[in-house]
């Protein structure tokens, strides 16, 4: 269910994205393609982690991955810096 909220998010954001950095179709979907592939390795190992080490604390450390991850994406000056935060982004999503 998530995962589908966050393919709707993303999907949503890409015409501003792309309008704000002026960005090609490519580099968008670039962006969309780090994110997903983010999400999708780390969601396993996010589950695993937290089965592992407890999951309050794996949850907290994926919120200040999140949060750490997010600030390079509130004011990005190029496209290459969106995908590598947005990649991040999921990354510390799934945690």
Not at 61 to 83: E, L, Q
């Amino acid at each position: 269910m998530m995962v589908a909220l966050d393919g709707t998010i993303v999907a949503i954001a890409n015409p501003a994205i792309a309008s704000d950095l002026g960005a090609t179709f490519a580099e968008v979907q670039w962006i969309t393609n780090a994110y997903f592939l983010a999400l999708a390795v780390t969601l396993i190992t996010a589950g695993k982690l937290g089965d592992r080490f407890g999951h309050r604390q794996t949850f907290l450390i994926g919120v200040v991955g999140f949060a750490a991850a997010s600030g390079p994406s509130a004011c990005p000056t190029a496209s290459r810096w969106s995908s590598s935060s947005a990649s991040s982004r999921a990354c510390s999503a799934r945690c």
